[in-house]
């Protein structure tokens, strides 16, 4: 439905805090390499669980080779974002790491203009522009 991403990113926000938190509590003593590989493992290991118990797992549709090399490239850009992420919470603390990484939303609306030729209206800027402004403000807090 065209109305239901409003509560599907609401849930995947309310997500991201808990594995910002969960995810720092459980860097103590471990490898940040191995706590993203256990992490996507949980990941890899979950989504199959769902895709198959929805049916969703079988036969489908060859999709298009660039669709195949974007999902890829994603994919290899979500991993690095995993990589660099553990490492930065093993490092520095969760309330200032967690507004850094996002930062992503100003990177996202910035990306989503230039490549997918999007439009924001000055509101829209606006918006990005404090959402940039407190995560530095909460991350550079003493």
């Keep these: 439905m065209a109305g239901d991403w409003f509560f599907w990113a609401l849930l995947s926000a309310a997500f991201a805090a808990a594995t910002a938190v969960l995810a720092k509590a459980g860097t103590d003593g471990i490898d940040p390499d191995l706590a993203t590989l256990v992490r996507t493992a949980v990941v890899l290991v979950a989504l199959g669980a769902l895709v198959a118990a929805t049916g969703k797992w079988g036969p489908a549709e060859r999709p298009p080779a660039r669709t195949v090399l ?66 530095l403000v909460l991350a550079l807090k003493r």
């Design 70 to 135: 974007l999902l890829v490239l994603s994919g290899l850009a979500t991993g690095a974002s995993w990589v660099c992420y553990f490492r930065a919470l093993q490092r520095g603390d969760v309330s200032k790491v967690a507004p850094v990484d996002k930062l992503s939303v100003v990177l996202v609306a910035v990306f989503a203009v230039v490549f997918l030729r999007e439009r924001l209206t000055t509101h829209e800027w606006l918006g990005v522009a404090l959402v940039g402004t407190g995560a």
